[in-house]
């Protein structure tokens, strides 16, 4: 699985779960203060990461988390982790 | 002029018995703390020893009060059948009066860590107490403090501690109650552990948001914590059961009998024949 398609994925799962635009969604938006997501919403991403990889996340991991970019680099980190 | 005089005093009391809490929080904090970090390796066993001691400086600070005829506190007995504290972990969900329900509820129930405002954690003269009694970090502006939060509280379930959150985020408005947020109901429900509301009540008010310490009531403030119904483990919805406690503690506040929460209220909207308006389980 390449960036691109976890971006995609990701993007997906976002406009669905919190009722975003799709197309307002981009690598750089801050998920917080551009999509308006608050703590609640942050713990089901939480949850929807790991049912997407399977691994359970470090909280050390999460506190790093700012924008999409971030959640698609976990995701490819735990991913690659996991594979090894 | 006496009555003036009177008052003054009174402040002063309170804020003398505020100054031994601190004081004697910072000397827990760089006395003890260091030796229970050697002495216990295990965070858990730690946080069983720091709290051990803890409570007992909680005792003295509320003797302290009561001596002086400023604050009572007790533990009224339980109004409904299950209102017990539930066996093993769980989650404790209260109003929030006064300024001193924290260690009212801390003192009175052991082994129970709290959610604390990330400054006050990581505060240099406190914090360390606060992260040697096993309290967790509320979280700063990360976006994802939530999730943390949820993480960490799990962690202090899973070592059998109940964890307390009040809903409201912030002290109550005198008389009253902030609307509130779901945080805790999703620890329980995603922990699967029972949710435990208390009910706190303070009277005369006093220790209340926006009024400072030195007004003090000139009667003494009986602060009494009333334990309500358990919601079992596993059996709710988080969004439901924030709406049903938030509502069964109002009714409370209002002077009505706590009720239990009802339990279709409660059940996980997921199953067939809810009550529950769609997207009550969405999360």
């Known amino acids: ?84 | 002029m006496q009555r003036a005089f009177a008052q003054a005093c009174r402040g002063l009391l309170v804020a003398s018995a505020f100054f031994f809490f601190w004081a004697g929080a910072v000397f827990l904090s760089w006395t003890v703390c260091p030796v229970l970090g050697i002495v216990y390796r295990e965070e858990a066993a730690r946080w069983r020893a720091c709290q051990r001691i803890v409570n007992r400086a909680f005792w003295l600070f509320h003797a302290y009060m009561r001596v002086l005829a400023l604050v009572e506190i007790r533990v009224a007995p339980g109004a409904g059948e299950n209102s017990a504290r539930p066996a093993g972990p769980c989650v404790v969900v209260a109003n929030h009066p006064t300024l001193v329900d924290v260690t009212a509820i801390l003192a009175s129930f052991e082994n129970v860590v709290c959610v604390v405002k990330s400054s006050l954690m990581n505060n240099f003269f406190v914090g360390r107490l606060l992260r040697c009694s096993g309290h967790v970090d509320g979280g700063g502006n990360e976006a994802m403090a939530g999730a943390i939060l949820v993480q960490e509280a799990q962690r202090r379930l899973d070592a059998g501690f109940a964890v307390l959150i009040f809903p409201e985020g912030t002290r109550s408005p005198p008389g009253g109650m902030h609307p509130f947020r779901r945080g805790a109901f999703e620890v329980a429900r995603r922990a699967a552990v029972p949710l435990w509301p208390l009910f706190l009540t303070c009277n005369p008010s006093a220790l209340s948001k926006g009024v400072p310490v030195w007004k003090h009531p000139a009667k003494m403030a009986r602060i009494r914590i009333h334990p309500t119904d358990a919601v079992p483990a596993g059996s709710f919805d988080a969004r439901a059961c924030c709406v049903e406690v938030e509502r069964l503690l109002r009714e409370c506040l209002k002077g009505a009998p706590p009720a239990p929460a009802s339990a279709p209220a409660l059940a996980d909207s997921k199953a067939a024949g809810s009550v529950l308006a769609p997207g009550a389980a969405e999360s």
């Not at chain 1, 976890?6 to 690598?27: C, L, N, P, Y």
């Open chain 1, 1 to 84: 699985v390449n960036r691109g398609e976890i971006f995609a994925e990701v993007k997906r799962r976002i406009a669905e779960m919190f009722d975003v635009d799709a197309d307002s969604i981009q690598e750089e938006s801050r998920l917080r203060e551009d999509l308006d997501l608050d703590s609640i919403d942050a713990i089901d991403l939480a949850v929807k990461i790991q049912e997407l990889t399977g691994v359970r996340v470090q909280e050390s991991e999460l506190r790093d988390v700012r924008t999409v970019s971030d959640v698609v680099d976990l995701i490819a980190r735990v991913m690659a982790r996991s594979a090894r």
